[in-house]
């Protein structure tokens, strides 16, 4: 989600530059760090827990250089498929699916969503667990808010990553992730955390670094409570006919059946068995590329990262492990 990283088609240098913070322009990082300190408590979050969140805290060159360089760059559907669905993941996801589809099965009765989709999502989130960043999130939060160029709105992610500690959910030096702040195995930023992360095993702590149900039961619980369909496809590969392209795109929602008539077909070139569902055509490469009829629940998908090819991504990662 944008929230959370700018996804492919938006990268992040083509966003405009923000004001240099002000805690820079008045005394440096301990001028920045008082104040933060002082907007926590008022807060209510513990001074103590703000003392030992930012023990040994600076801003991170690495940091800096990542949010103030980043590559301009653009990416076909053809060419993102590729990067992110290559064998080796869908034959890794297949594995991962084999090992977790019972704890998902049980998961899916409290968390009504789809655990090919929590898996896709796993999938492509951090590699099913493996790949999940090891920046100190306050850290990287607090060279953000204090030298980058969204400042406010990771000053905003700053706080709220400091009341999650202080909930006693994870401790400072276990809350890792990635540069950006996006935390665990399912990348939530730690708006997204305080909104959606779960406490599935029971006991007594919502930790997505380390838990499987807790990351499958957050990753559930967002899908769930963003409006997920139960039982719905989220998707399906299609063939269309040529000169459709200006017809096409989210937006243009018809029944399956007036989509028919205009020659739109399944992937073997059958008929849909129901023509009063409504759906919409994405061609995510234009005229002569790849063709798929999407419903609600791809949207739903497109909250977690509001990428037409992430929500492609998860959506044919989930039916590939499945």
């Given at each position: 989600m944008i929230t959370?990283?700018v996804?492919?088609?938006?990268p992040?240098?083509?966003?405009?530059l923000a004001?240099?913070?002000?805690?820079?322009?008045?005394?440096?990082?301990a001028s920045?760090?008082a104040?933060?300190?002082a907007e926590?408590?008022?807060?209510?979050i513990?001074?103590?827990?703000?003392?030992?969140?930012?023990?040994g805290?600076?801003p991170?060159?690495?940091?800096i250089?990542?949010?103030h360089?980043?590559?301009e760059?653009?990416?076909?559907?053809?060419?993102?498929?590729?990067?992110?669905l290559?064998?080796?993941?869908l034959?890794?996801g297949?594995r991962a699916?084999?090992?977790?589809?019972?704890?998902?099965?049980?998961?899916m009765?409290?968390?009504?969503a789809d655990?090919?989709?929590?898996?896709?999502i796993?999938?492509?989130?951090?590699?099913?667990?493996?790949?999940?960043g090891n920046y100190?999130?306050?850290?990287?939060?607090?060279?953000?808010?204090?030298d980058g160029?969204?400042?406010g709105?990771?000053r905003?992610?700053l706080?709220?990553?400091?009341?999650?500690?202080?909930?006693g959910?994870v401790?400072p030096h276990?809350?890792t992730?990635?540069w950006?702040g996006?935390?665990g195995?399912p990348q939530?930023?730690p708006?997204?955390y305080?909104?959606?992360?779960v406490?599935?095993d029971g006991?007594?702590?919502?930790d997505?670094?380390?838990s499987?149900?807790?990351?499958f039961?957050?990753v559930?619980?967002?899908?769930?409570r963003?409006?997920?369909?139960?039982?719905?496809?989220?998707?399906q590969p299609v063939?269309?006919?040529d000169?459709m392209?200006?017809r096409?795109?989210?937006e243009v929602v018809r029944?399956l059946?007036?989509?028919?008539?205009e020659?739109?077909?399944?992937?073997?070139g059958?008929g849909f068995?129901?023509?009063?569902?409504?759906?919409?055509?994405l061609l995510?490469?234009?005229?002569?590329?790849?063709?798929?009829?999407?419903?609600?629940n791809f949207n739903?998908?497109?909250?977690y990262?509001p990428?037409d090819?992430?929500?492609?991504g998860v959506?044919l990662?989930?039916?590939?492990?499945?």
């Open positions: 959370r990283r996804a492919l088609s938006l992040l240098a083509a966003l405009p004001a240099p913070p002000a805690a820079r322009a008045q005394g440096g990082f920045f760090a104040g933060l300190r926590a408590v008022r807060a209510g513990r001074g103590a827990t703000v003392d030992a969140a930012f023990e805290v600076q991170n060159p690495k940091v250089e990542l949010d360089h980043q590559p760059f653009t990416m076909s559907w053809a060419q993102y498929k590729q990067r992110v290559p064998p080796s993941r034959e890794e297949r699916y084999g090992g977790e589809a019972s704890l998902l099965g049980s998961l009765d409290r968390y009504p655990p090919g989709i929590v898996m896709g796993w999938g492509l989130e951090s590699g099913f667990g493996a790949k999940t100190r999130i306050v850290e990287a939060l607090a060279t953000l808010a204090y160029r969204r400042a709105y990771f905003g992610e706080i709220n990553a400091l009341r999650i500690l202080n909930a959910d401790s276990a809350m992730g990635s950006a996006a935390m195995q939530f930023m708006s997204s305080l909104r959606y992360a406490d599935a006991d007594g702590r919502r997505i670094w380390t499987r149900a807790d990351v039961g957050s559930a619980n967002y899908l769930a963003c409006g997920w369909r139960p039982g719905e496809p989220w998707g063939r269309v006919p000169g392209a200006g096409t795109g989210r029944p059946a007036e989509w028919q008539a020659g739109v077909r399944r992937i073997d059958r068995s129901r023509g009063d569902v409504r759906g919409a055509v995510p490469d234009g005229e002569g590329g790849e063709a798929y009829m999407v419903y609600t739903v998908i497109r909250r990262n990428s090819f992430y929500a492609l959506g990662l989930a039916n590939a492990v499945v």
